[in-house]
């Protein structure tokens, strides 16, 4: 299956249009037993309705949570949203290792969950796909530092 990339736009729903959607057939997950629902629907929001300043580490999550990848509240996370969804992107690094993700500092071959983190601002982001291809989450500030789960 081909794997879309930018332009975002493409993805039609207007106040979402900077948001990749995921793409059934992504290698972490397709041979997990699962709903697809999830995985077709990445729309960048999240049941609750409520909208962050940064919302990578919460849509992430919900559509994690959404495909039965992930619990709410899960151990690792601190702070969530009001449906119980993780929303700091450096909390998704002990929410990664608690799924039994391991952290590589190369990349891999395929797809996987990042975090990456600006060196100077020390912001952290969180997304799904590979270094240089968003397959789920938020454009973000990519940074310098790159963890690898998969």
Request: charged share 15%.
């Amino acid at each position: 299956m081909a794997v879309p990339v930018f332009p975002f736009s493409a993805y039609g729903n207007s106040h979402n249009s900077w948001i990749a959607r995921c793409v059934v057939g992504s290698r972490d997950f397709r041979n997990l037993p699962r709903t697809t629902r999830a995985m077709a629907d990445y729309e960048g929001e999240c049941v609750c309705g409520t909208r962050y300043d940064n919302n990578c580490a919460h849509f992430l999550s919900n559509w994690m949570i959404l495909d039965g990848r992930l619990a709410t509240k899960p151990g690792g996370s601190t702070a969530w949203c009001p449906a119980g969804r993780p929303i700091r992107a450096k909390e998704m690094r002990a929410v990664f290792t608690g799924m039994g993700l391991q952290r590589s500092f190369n990349p891999p071959a395929g797809n996987c969950f990042i975090y990456c983190e600006d060196n100077t601002s020390h912001q952290g982001h969180v997304y799904y796909g590979t270094r240089h291809q968003l397959v789920a989450g938020t454009l973000g500030p990519y940074g310098d530092y790159f963890e690898y789960y998969s």
